[in-house]
């Protein structure tokens, strides 16, 4: 819209005291405009930028200015939301998608956690968590989406990494401790020490619902085996950051990154540790049963998975945390059952899922370039494969070259090409010329510009249907 002479994004305007700040487009950038409201005095509000005459500030979207916006507009700042009952993160490895991701969450009872990455993530996007946070607040900003949203640091495993994404005021710690989880099959089992003898043998667990545990010497065994070091590993990390810290932030304990299931017996035995040793978590992530691959559907024995999931949700009912379900992307034949096992007290993670519907605009408007790419990422799938678990049968890939332009994007709903595309996206957008340039990435951006409405459009429809399938 025109406002004040400038192409204003309508959602945006925001009068502050004597002035109004909006966002607007100029040419190919996008700008904050900082003016004073008729009859009242200029105010920059501490944003940095050029005088552009008349009392008004052309504030350029860099990080300083992004923290100059969350304070002086609160509900572009992350808050703290996994006590509600239904969260779900929704990573975005470009910086692009929060958009069409509001699209969802402004219509729904889910607390929404945009900024969403893991380290893996930045190092091969080369992103910054400055940059994660800055493009989501940006583009709040931008919508004017002001219920609140999360800031998680996803899959960190070091002090440093913690520290980092803490200081920069990431409301959402997920810890990962899959480099303390011992194979329990190459592992010999550890002995028993008396204090878990008397804590665990010869016990019933009555924990409600109609279920009891209890655990025979070589479960507790593989138990304390495969999970101790993990629950030191927790116990340490929630005493440098959340006990008697400054940070304010969820804690999540990962558990999920790991070769074998975690059986409820495991679940339980590792809640039951941390919560002794005083660990206060919001949430806890086993690795279910069965496969959760990225990017596609549940591979598995459903009614296992579903018989699992309620003995795990009865677990998390007891102890009083919630379960997180990650690499939730397209798990769409078991949405129903964790909505139901949980009694709808969840959190869901995707990531590479708005990736890949980035990708499927780039195969509706242009099929050329989409191949290219598309060539590119079988010629390092190998490389990208050390990063993830997938299983893609590449040799039953259609020869791109011979599909159709309309045949094109169909390649988006197939599982070995999902699984091809997802998994490359660091090795294709860093990709360079021998002159220097980045041979897709900016082409790619510029694509995503100039039809942003139809990423934004594809994005919605797909995490809406994570989400009515939640039961949402």
């Not at 005095?41 to 050029?50: E, I, K, S, V, Y």
């Not at 005459?53 to 300083?64: S, Y």
Request: proline residues 4%; negative net charge; glycine residues 8%.
């Amino acid at each position: 819209m025109d406002y004040l002479g400038f192409d204003a994004y309508e959602k945006s305007i925001r009068p502050t005291g004597s002035s109004v700040v909006f966002m607007a487009r100029e040419a190919d950038e996008i700008v904050i405009i900082c003016a004073p409201q008729e009859g009242g005095a200029p105010d920059a509000l501490g944003f940095t930028g050029q005088d552009i005459g008349r009392g008004r500030l052309r504030v350029p979207l860099t990080h300083e200015n992004a923290e100059v916006l969350r304070k002086r507009f609160p509900f572009t700042a992350p808050v703290r939301g996994l006590t509600r009952d239904r969260s779900f993160g929704v990573g975005d490895r470009l910086g692009i998608a929060t958009p069409g991701h509001i699209r969802v969450f402004e219509t729904c009872d889910v607390f929404p956690v945009f900024a969403q990455q893991s380290m893996r993530e930045l190092n091969l996007t080369g992103r910054t968590y400055e940059e994660v946070l800055d493009a989501v607040s940006f583009a709040v900003f931008r919508e004017g989406f002001t219920k609140g949203f999360g800031a998680d640091g996803d899959h960190l495993k070091t002090v440093e990494d913690v520290e980092y994404a803490l200081s920069l005021g990431f409301s959402m710690i997920t810890l990962d401790c899959s480099d303390y989880i011992k194979s329990e099959v190459a592992e010999p089992a550890l002995p028993l020490s008396q204090p878990y003898r008397d804590k665990y043998l010869n016990q019933t667990f009555t924990l409600g619902e109609g279920i009891t545990l209890s655990f025979t010497e070589q479960a507790l065994r593989q138990s304390v085996t495969v999970y101790g070091a993990a629950i030191g590993f927790a116990q340490d990390m929630y005493t440098r950051f959340f006990k008697h810290t400054r940070y304010e932030a969820d804690f999540e304990i990962s558990i999920d990154e790991t070769a074998t299931s975690t059986t409820p017996l495991q679940h339980f035995f590792v809640a039951r540790e941390l919560i002794d040793a005083g660990v206060s978590f919001a949430t806890l992530a086993p690795r279910f049963c069965g496969s959760f691959q990225k990017g596609i559907d549940y591979r598995g024995d459903v009614a296992q998975f579903e018989a699992d999931m309620h003995i795990h949700g009865v677990i998390a009912r007891h102890f009083g945390y919630k379960l997180s379900i990650h690499s939730g992307s397209d798990k769409f034949s078991v949405f129903p059952r964790i909505s139901r096992e949980t009694r709808g007290v969840f959190h869901v993670k995707t990531a590479g899922t708005s990736w890949l519907e980035a990708m499927r605009v780039v195969a509706l408007v242009d099929p050329s370039l989409y191949r290219e790419i598309h060539q590119y990422a079988l010629s390092v799938f190998e490389e990208a494969a050390a990063y993830y678990h997938v299983t893609p049968d590449l040799t039953r890939l259609p020869e791109v070259d011979a599909l159709k332009d309309e045949e094109v994007p169909g390649l988006l709903d197939d599982d070995d090409a999902r699984q091809l595309i997802h998994i490359t996206y660091g090795l294709i957008l860093n990709k360079k010329n021998p002159d220097g340039t980045y041979t897709f990435k900016d082409l790619l951006y510029r694509l995503w510009k100039n039809h942003a409405g139809l990423y934004a459009e594809k994005l919605a429809s797909h995490i809406g249907k994570h989400l009515t399938l939640l039961g949402v």
